[in-house]
C-alpha cells in the first residue's frame, strides 16, 4: 500500500461494491478512484464524485457501451 492509500481507502471500497452491482472499484497509484462494468471506465479524484458517476451512468442494462467518465 502506498502513502496515498488509507486504511479507510478498504473500508470505502467495501462500501461502494455493496452500493453498486456489478461494477468493480479501485484506487491507483496515482491516487485516483476507479470504476469498472464491462466497457464503461469511470475515474474521479474522490469517491464522492466517483459515486455520482457511477449513479449517472444508471442500472446494468446500460452496460457495455465503452463510455470513459474522467476528470
Not at 22 to 41: E, K, P, Q
Not at 43 to 58: M, T
Request: aromatic share 10%; hydrophobic share 30%; net charge neutral.
Amino acid at each position: 500500500m502506498s502513502d496515498m492509500h488509507t486504511p479507510r481507502d478498504g473500508d470505502r471500497l467495501v462500501q461502494l461494491t455493496s452500493e453498486f452491482d456489478g461494477w468493480h472499484f479501485g484506487r491507483g497509484g496515482s491516487g485516483r478512484w476507479w470504476a469498472v462494468r464491462g466497457n464503461d471506465l469511470v475515474r474521479a479524484e474522490s469517491v464522492e464524485e466517483l459515486r455520482h458517476r457511477v449513479r449517472e451512468l444508471g442500472p446494468r442494462e446500460f452496460a457495455g457501451r465503452g463510455r470513459v467518465w474522467s476528470d
